[in-house]
């Protein structure tokens, strides 16, 4: 995907602000990678990341707040920052978030948060093959675009499976800087 041109967002009044919610999937490993991605190609964009309990336990918020500010209290004050955001992202999202977002679940802050956002979410998935074709999962993720969301297809490859420690088949998540371009041009209408 082409980089989008930086000016074209800052010639927008305001900075856009963007949550970056992470849930506890293996390629939370990967994701400083992807915060540092838009810090350097679209640092006008205000970024807040608002991490899962399960991402907090893999990987720990002090590196995510190297590159933005990581909000901490617990519970989080979602109507505040739901208001905030004029995007959510969510990366690498679940299995079970998608469950939530489909069910109307908001039993963690992290779905709290995004059941009160009241835009469309922009969701990157990211699990074993195994786990993206299950039918259920399949059903979640249809349910999840009915309601306007967008889930971003994940490119089937090559993962490494952390609770085996061994390399498997995954549904993931694009490289970090197609995944920037795509928030920085959803965030510029
Ligand atoms: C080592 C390990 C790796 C995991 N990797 C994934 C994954 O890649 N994708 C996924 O959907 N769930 C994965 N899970 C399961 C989630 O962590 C679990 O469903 C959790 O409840 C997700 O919560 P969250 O969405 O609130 O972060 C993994 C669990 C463990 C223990």
């Known amino acids: 995907?082409?980089?989008?041109?930086?000016?074209s967002i800052s010639s927008v009044a305001q900075p856009p602000h963007?949550?970056?919610?992470?849930?506890g999937s293996t390629g939370i490993a990967l994701a400083p990678l992807y915060l540092m991605n838009i810090a350097i190609s679209y640092p006008?964009?205000?970024?807040?990341?608002?991490?899962?309990?399960?991402?907090?336990?893999?990987?720990p918020k002090s590196t995510m707040e190297q590159?933005?500010?990581?909000?901490?209290?617990?519970?989080?004050?979602?109507?505040?920052?739901?208001?905030?955001?004029d995007l959510i992202v969510v990366i690498p999202a679940t299995a079970d978030f998608l469950a939530r977002v489909a069910a109307g679940l908001a039993d963690t802050d992290?779905?709290?948060?995004?059941?009160?956002?009241?835009?469309?979410?922009l969701i990157f998935p990211n699990m074993s093959s195994a786990m993206w074709k299950n039918p259920r999962v399949q059903e979640n993720v249809s349910r999840v675009r009915q309601f306007g969301h967008t889930v971003v297809e994940p490119i089937e490859g090559p993962m490494f499976e952390?609770?085996?420690?061994?390399?498997?088949t995954g549904h993931v998540?694009?490289?970090p800087d197609v995944f920037a371009a795509m928030v920085a041009k959803k965030v510029s209408g």
């Open 18 to 23: 963007v949550v970056v919610g992470m849930c």
């Open 67 to 85: 590159f933005a500010h990581v909000v901490t209290e617990s519970p989080i004050n979602h109507i505040t920052l739901a208001d905030w955001a």
């Open 44 to 59: 006008m964009i205000d970024v807040q990341v608002v991490m899962s309990r399960t991402a907090s336990s893999f990987v």
């Open 162 to 168: 952390s609770a085996t420690r061994q390399l498997t």
């Open 1 to 7: 995907m082409a980089k989008m041109d930086p000016a």
């Open 110 to 121: 992290l779905s709290l948060l995004a059941i009160t956002h009241d835009r469309p979410l």
């Open 173 to 175: 998540m694009p490289d």
